[in-house]
């Protein structure tokens, strides 16, 4: 496995090594070992999550405030735009995003480690998108940051306007979130 670096300090790709031949294609999806020298991360994952979205559907920016959850995250078919936001007040890049085109043909994976808010835009007509987590789901301590905040700037690769959840539709601007200090 090999780690690509991004502008935000501690989120980085991962690109597996494949090897394929005739038949198909065989890679180590997960290595714990190789994962912490890699990243730094010497925690456990305790849960994994699998959705499916259809073409358009954003799903984002989450993060829990008590909680938080380091992300391991890969597509296992069809194509999304992954982004991850520094909401670390304290850090010198907090507000600003990273995004990457995580898809089932380029096996990409992206570490979105505690501190930063997450979220993706499913590009394809459908994606299944895993991720791995660093501690459990408690909604009571999730938050969302508005998608489209204008002081982050994301810049999204829209075709009109994306299909979101309610939660997501309410989302808050970053300036008035609840952040990590």
Avoid: C
């Amino acid at each position: 496995m090999n780690m690509i670096s991004t502008p935000l300090e501690g989120v980085v790709l991962l690109e597996p090594k494949v090897f394929g031949d005739a038949r198909g294609f065989f890679f180590e999806s997960f290595n714990q070992r190789r994962f912490a020298e890699l990243t730094g991360y010497q925690g456990d994952f305790v849960q994994d999550n699998h959705s499916r979205s259809q073409r358009g559907v954003l799903r984002g920016l989450h993060y829990q405030i008590k909680q938080p959850q380091g992300k391991l995250v890969r597509v296992v078919s069809g194509a999304v735009f992954d982004v991850a936001v520094d909401v670390r007040r304290a850090s010198k890049t907090f507000g600003k995003w990273f995004g990457a085109e995580l898809t089932a043909e380029n096996k990409r994976m992206a570490w979105i480690p505690p501190g930063f808010a997450h979220g993706f835009l499913v590009l394809s007509e459908t994606a299944d998108f895993l991720y791995k987590t660093t501690d459990y789901w408690a909604p009571e301590h999730e938050r969302a940051i508005l998608w489209n905040d204008p002081a982050i700037d994301i810049q999204w690769p829209l075709d009109g306007e994306p299909q979101l959840s309610a939660k997501d539709k309410v989302g808050k601007l970053l300036a008035d979130a609840e952040v990590f200090e």
